[in-house]
C-alpha cells in the first residue's frame, strides 16, 4: 500500500514541532508539559473529532464554541439546583453530566433539524444559533459568571486533574473518542454514508442512502461531542462565563483542515484532525515556552504555521493526483 | 464607504433638526432622555458593570420620574456608533453617556452628539480628541498598576522572581504593566516573563501551566485581573505549588474579595478597578439635570488596596462580578 501522503503533510509539520520545542526549551518534553498540552488540547480534540463527520458529509457547525459554554452553564445551574436535595456526592456531580451530554444531543438535533427538514444552510443555522447559545449563556449567568459549588467542585475536580499516573482522564478520553471516530469513518456504514454524501449527495440519495438521516446524526454525534468535552471542561476552572469557548468553532474546524479533511466534503480523516489539534496547542506552548517574538505577535505566528501545514498538504496532494 | 458617510450625515442632519425640538420639549416640563451606551457582557468585569448601569437606572428611575434613560449594549464598535446614532435620531436624547468600545471610532460619532448641543458623559476610555465631552469618569489605569507594584516591591525579597499575565492588547493595559513596571524600579525584583492572558479564565489558566514549566522559581504572580487571577490559582494548584507564591489579580471580584476577607494566604490583597464607576457616571449625569449644579469636569476613582482588614467595604454579594 502506498503510504498517504496526504497524512503525511501534517504529521511532518508536528514532528518539526516537537523537535522545535525541544530544542528552545528542555522544559517542553518534561511529563508535566505533555501532559498540560494534551489535556489542553482534549476539549477541541473531541470537538473537532465530531466536526470531521459534519465537514465530511458537506456541512458545517459555527456553534459548538457557543454550545459549549452553554452545556457548561446549564450542568453547572443543574449541580447546584440538585445539591441540596442529594447531596455532595457523585450523584449530583452524574446529573450534571447528564445534562451536558442530553443537551448536547438535543442541541445538535436543533442544528441538524433546521438543516435537514427545514432546509436551511449550515453555516446560516449555526450562526444563527451560535448567537442563541452564547446570549443565553450570558443572561444565565447574568453578564458575569456561573460558579459550581465549592464543595462539589473539590469532589468533581479530579476528572480534570486525576486519571492514570500522568495520563489524565481527559487525555484518556480524548484518545478513546479519536480511535472511535476513526473506526466509525473508516468502517462502519454510516462512516462510508457521510463521505459518500459529502462527495456527491445526489449520487448518495440514488444509492438509497438515507441522506437527511445520516447528516442529521453527524450534527447529533457532534453535539454529544460537545457534551462530552463539557463534562471534562467543567472541573477544570469550576465555571462559566459568555467567555468560555470563544473562538473554539475556528479552532476546532482549522484542526479538521489542516488534518486533511476537505473542507467541501467527501474526504475525512480523524487522525488528520487529531494531528491538526496537536499542531494548534503545541504553537501556543512553544511560543509560550519560548521567548522567540513579541507576544503581539504570537497570532501571525499560528496563522503562518496554520497556512503552511495547509500548503504542503495541497502540493503533496497534486503530486499524488498526477 | 460613501454609502457609509453618507448615511451617517443624513443622521446628524435628522438630530440636528430635532435638537431644536428638544429644547421646547424640556421648557414644557416634559422627560429629560438620557442614553446609555456601554460595552456588552463579555467577560466578568463587563458582566459587573452591566449590572450596576442597570441597577442604577433602575434606582434613578424611581426616585426622578422625570427622568427616562435609554440603555443599549454593543458587542463592537461599529455596533455602538449605530447606537449612538440610534438613539440621537429616534430617542431625541438630551444627554449621552459613554464607555467607549475603543477610542478611534468612537470620538466623531461622540463629536456629533456634542454638536447637536447634548450633555456627554463619557466613561473609563476617553476619546481620542480633547474637550468633546462635559463630564468624564475613570478608574485610574497607571494607579492600579502602580498600586499592584508597590505590594510588589515592599513585600518581596531582593533577588525575587515574578511573573505577569497581561490582559487584551490595548492601551489600557500598557498604561497599567508601565506603571507597574515604574513602581518596581530600583528593585532587585526581576518580571521573568510577561505574556497575553487576554482577561479570560481559560487564556490564563494556559499560560500560567506554561510558565509552571518554564521556571522552577516563581515568588509571586501579578495577573492584574480577578478573572484571570482564577485561571492562575487553578493552574498553581494542579501542579502543586500553592505554597510558593501568592497571586495579586485586580477589580475586585466578590469571590477574590471574599477569600481576602478569609484571610486566603494565596490571595493577600486586591487592586480595585470598580466596575461601579458607571453607576457614578450615571448618577452625576442624572444630578446635572435634577439639580441646579453643573457637573462637569473629570471625575478619577482611584485605584485603592483591598486587604483583610477593609475588604468588607468592598464586598457586593448581589453583584455577579
Not at chain 1, 28 to 39: E, K, R
Not at chain 2, 222 to 230: E, K, P, Q, S
Not at chain 2, 237 to 265: F, L
Amino acid at each position: 500500500m502506498k503510504p498517504d501522503l496526504h497524512t503525511l503533510g501534517p504529521l511532518i509539520a508536528l514532528i518539526a514541532l516537537v523537535i522545535l520545542g525541544a530544542l528552545l526549551n528542555p522544559a517542553f518534553l518534561a511529563p508535566a508539559n505533555i501532559t498540560n498540552v494534551l489535556a489542553r488540547s482534549a476539549f477541541i480534540g473531541m470537538i473537532a473529532v465530531g466536526m470531521t463527520f459534519v465537514i465530511t458529509a458537506g456541512g458545517l457547525d459555527l456553534s459548538v464554541g457557543s454550545m459549549a459554554a452553554f452545556l457548561a452553564g446549564i450542568a453547572i445551574i443543574a449541580m447546584n439546583a440538585a445539591l441540596p436535595g442529594l447531596g455532595e456526592n457523585w450523584g449530583t456531580i452524574i446529573i450534571g453530566m447528564g445534562v451536558a451530554i442530553l443537551g448536547g444531543i438535543a442541541a445538535g438535533y436543533l442544528n441538524g433539524a433546521l438543516i435537514t427538514k427545514a432546509r436551511i444552510e449550515p453555516f446560516i443555522v449555526t450562526l444563527g444559533t451560535m448567537g442563541i447559545f452564547r446570549s443565553l449563556v450570558t443572561w444565565l449567568a447574568d453578564g458575569g459568571t456561573l460558579s459550581l459549588d465549592y464543595g462539589l467542585r473539590t469532589l468533581y475536580r479530579p476528572v480534570y486533574y486525576g486519571g492514570i499516573g500522568w495520563i489524565t482522564w481527559p487525555i484518556i478520553v480524548f484518545a478513546l473518542t479519536a480511535m472511535a471516530g476513526e473506526w466509525m469513518m473508516r468502517h462502519s456504514r454510516f462512516g462510508r454514508h457521510v463521505e459518500a454524501i459529502g462527495s456527491n449527495d445526489r449520487v448518495a440519495r440514488y444509492s438509497a442512502i438515507d441522506v437527511n438521516r445520516a447528516r442529521l446524526l453527524t450534527y447529533m454525534l457532534l453535539g454529544l461531542l460537545v457534551g462530552l468535552a463539557t463534562v471534562l471542561y467543567v472541573p477544570r476552572l469550576g465555571s462559566a462565563s459568555g467567555g468560555t469557548g470563544v473562538l473554539w468553532e475556528l479552532e476546532a474546524i482549522a484542526a479538521v483542515i489542516i488534518g486533511g479533511t476537505a473542507l467541501k466534503g467527501g474526504r475525512g480523516r480523524v487522525w488528520g484532525t487529531v494531528v491538526g489539534v496537536l499542531i494548534l496547542s503545541l504553537i501556543d506552548n512553544i511560543l509560550n515556552l519560548a521567548d522567540l517574538v513579541s507576544p503581539y505577535l504570537n497570532g501571525a505566528i499560528q496563522g503562518i504555521i496554520i497556512v503552511l501545514a495547509v500548503v504542503l498538504q495541497r502540493e503533496k496532494r497534486t503530486a499524488d493526483e498526477r | 464607504m460613501k454609502r457609509r458617510s453618507l448615511m451617517k450625515s443624513a443622521a446628524i442632519v435628522a438630530v440636528l433638526g430635532l435638537a431644536g425640538g428638544a429644547a421646547v420639549a424640556q421648557q414644557d416640563g416634559e422627560k429629560t432622555i438620557i442614553g446609555v451606551s456601554i460595552p456588552s457582557a463579555t467577560h466578568g468585569f463587563m458582566g459587573g458593570l452591566n449590572w450596576h448601569a442597570q441597577d442604577t437606572i433602575d434606582r434613578l428611575g424611581k426616585v426622578y420620574p422625570n427622568l427616562e434613560f435609554v440603555l443599549s449594549t454593543a458587542g463592537d464598535a461599529a455596533k455602538q456608533v449605530s447606537d449612538i446614532e440610534d438613539m440621537m435620531a429616534t430617542r431625541n436624547i438630551d444627554a449621552l453617556i459613554v464607555l467607549p468600545f475603543e477610542s478611534e471610532p468612537l470620538t466623531a460619532p461622540v463629536a456629533a452628539v456634542k454638536k447637536a448641543g447634548k450633555f456627554v458623559t463619557v466613561v473609563d476610555r476617553g476619546l481620542s480628541q480633547e474637550g468633546i465631552e462635559d463630564l468624564y469618569v475613570a478608574g485610574d489605569n497607571t494607579a492600579f498598576g502602580r498600586v499592584a507594584g508597590e505590594y510588589f516591591k515592599e513585600n518581596l525579597q531582593p533577588g525575587a522572581k515574578i511573573v505577569v499575565l497581561r490582559g487584551i492588547p490595548t492601551t489600557l493595559d500598557n498604561e497599567r504593566v508601565e506603571a507597574f513596571q515604574t513602581a518596581l524600579e530600583g528593585s532587585d525584583i526581576e518580571i521573568l516573563d510577561m505574556q497575553h492572558g487576554n482577561w479570560n479564565r481559560d487564556d490564563a489558566f494556559t499560560v500560567m501551566q506554561d510558565y509552571l514549566s518554564k521556571y522552577p522559581q516563581i515568588d509571586a504572580v501579578w495577573a492584574a485581573d480577578d478573572d484571570m487571577a482564577i485561571g492562575v490559582m487553578e493552574a498553581i494548584a494542579a501542579a502543586d505549588r500553592t505554597d510558593e507564591m501568592w497571586v495579586i489579580g485586580g477589580a475586585g471580584m466578590k469571590e477574590i474579595v471574599k477569600r481576602i476577607m478569609e484571610g486566603d494566604p494565596q490571595l493577600p490583597v486586591d487592586v480595585t478597578y470598580p466596575p461601579a464607576l458607571i453607576s457614578s457616571a450615571i448618577e452625576m449625569t442624572a444630578l446635572n439635570f435634577v439639580s441646579g449644579a453643573p457637573m462637569v469636569g473629570r471625575f478619577i476613582i482611584g485605584s485603592q488596596l483591598i486587604t483583610p482588614e477593609n475588604a468588607e467595604q468592598f464586598y457586593f454579594p448581589d453583584s455577579p462580578f
